[in-house]
């Protein structure tokens, strides 16, 4: 089993659309938790940090369940730009190293 | 506002060849990682290091090599470089571990061909 798991998409909706993506863990000893972005031909950048009492950033929305081992991630309105890899990101048991997912593609369209 | 370079963009090198991969960091952080990113794999860790002097295999080691002489420089090695080494050469750095919820942050990147 993989430690970080994503359905790769592509997820493909229309401007202002409300889209959700999900992510489970295997390590039950993860302390951290993130979504990052990447752009395409681009390096990945922190999008936010997802706290166990969930955070918002705007359009933005994470959540997190550590006794499923799910985190998720809520675009409201999308925006063209939203466009890009979704990379779940979760700290894998080893202080300062990060266990990537593979990403989740989201595709805004007019 | 630049904060982890990567000596090249674009690298193309024939099989055999020893490469380096260059890494600096300007934010003083601890640790520092090399991955590589294929299409449907994802991000896979090849090497990182905690400290100076300092390296860990990651995930994908096998026919890599790193060194780390000062904090701000990682560097990534292939001794004998073949076909399967085209790829997305990615360098990160991160603060310490013990603040969990530290922000790691990514090089450009660096597309290597090896031919």
Known sequence: RKEVEQDPGPFNVPEGATVAFNCTYSNSASQSFFWYRQDCRKEPKLLMSVYSSGNEDGRFTAQLNRASQYISLLIRDSKLSDSATYLCVVNGGTASKLTFGTGTRLQVTL | ???????????????????????????????????????????????????????????????????????????????????????????????????????????????LTVL
């Open chain 2, 1 to 111: 506002d630049v904060k982890v370079t990567q000596s090249s963009r674009y690298l193309v090198k024939r099989t055999g060849e020893k490469v380096f991969l260059e890494c600096v960091q300007d934010m003083d952080h601890e640790n520092m990682f090399w991955y590589r990113q294929d299409p449907g794999l994802g991000l896979r860790l090849i090497y990182f290091s905690y400290d100076v002097k300092m390296k860990e295999k990651g995930d994908i080691p096998e026919g890599y090599s790193v060194s780390r002489e000062k904090k701000e420089r990682f560097s990534l090695i292939l001794e004998s470089a073949s076909t399967n080494q085209t790829s997305m050469y990615l360098c990160a750095s991160r603060g310490p571990g013990q603040f969990i919820y530290n922000e790691q942050f990514f090089g450009p990147g660096t597309r």
